[in-house]
């Protein structure tokens, strides 16, 4: 265990070195548990202890001092767009279990880790949700930066119609990611929209982009397993639908 924790600190000091622009400096006079100029640093737990100009991770400690791999200081805030649909047969007839319809969402299997998840990212410095659902979800799953800009402008219009509500929120919090350390986590915002008739995506395929390397839709049941707590959000569908599990 301690020989696997020193190589993922030096993994670590490696990509602080190399200082990507997205990344906050290893010191600087950060406002925590505030909007930071353009980052907002508070979190959806409330207020979090600052020790010695430190954010100390408020679920518990890690194990790992430091930034580690995350961008920021403190939260680092994503957005996980969970696409729902019934499950049809060849017919077109909504399939049932038990009597209850079965659900399929869109899941991306990640290239880090090579394990099913949903097509989330970070929010960036000055985004809202909202736009980050709506393009992380056309990235990786539709890989939509790939395509020609008249298949490209198609695509955007059809994912503006289907995320032009404001969706349900299914989770808000810590995300309990391996990239967590006792100074900076993860959070995220889980947000179900649902393709009631399966019509807006019939007239295209799914695609993998940016950093997925398959997309596709997966029934949902109890057996299912994935990339972190995602899970935890699959389940949330499932009950607010009243599908099969």
Sequence with gaps: LSVVKDIKQWYQRR??????????PEKGNFKFNALDGRTDRRSALGDYKVVDGMPVNPVGRTGIKGRGLLGKWGPNHAADPVVTRWKRDEKGA????????VLEFVGIKRRDTGEWAIPGGMVDA???????????????????L???KAEQERVMKLT????SGSGTTLYRGYVDDPRNTDNAWMETVAVNFHDA???LFSSFKL????????VSWISIDHSIKLYANHRTFIEAV????????
Excluded: C, I, N, Y
């Design 238 to 245: 499932v009950k607010h639908h009243k599908a099969h599990w």
């Design 197 to 199: 008739s399966g019509d």
């Design 94 to 101: 909504p399939v049932k279990v038990s009597g209850k319809g």
């Design 207 to 214: 695609k993998a982009g940016d950093d997925a390397g398959a």
């Design 146 to 148: 790939d395509m020609p």
């Design 15 to 24: 990509v602080r070195a190399a200082g990507p622009v997205w990344a906050d």
């Design 160 to 163: 503006k119609q289907l995320f």
């Design 126 to 144: 000055g985004d809202s949700v909202s736009v980050t659902l709506r393009k992380e979800f056309g990235e990786e799953a539709l890989a939509a």
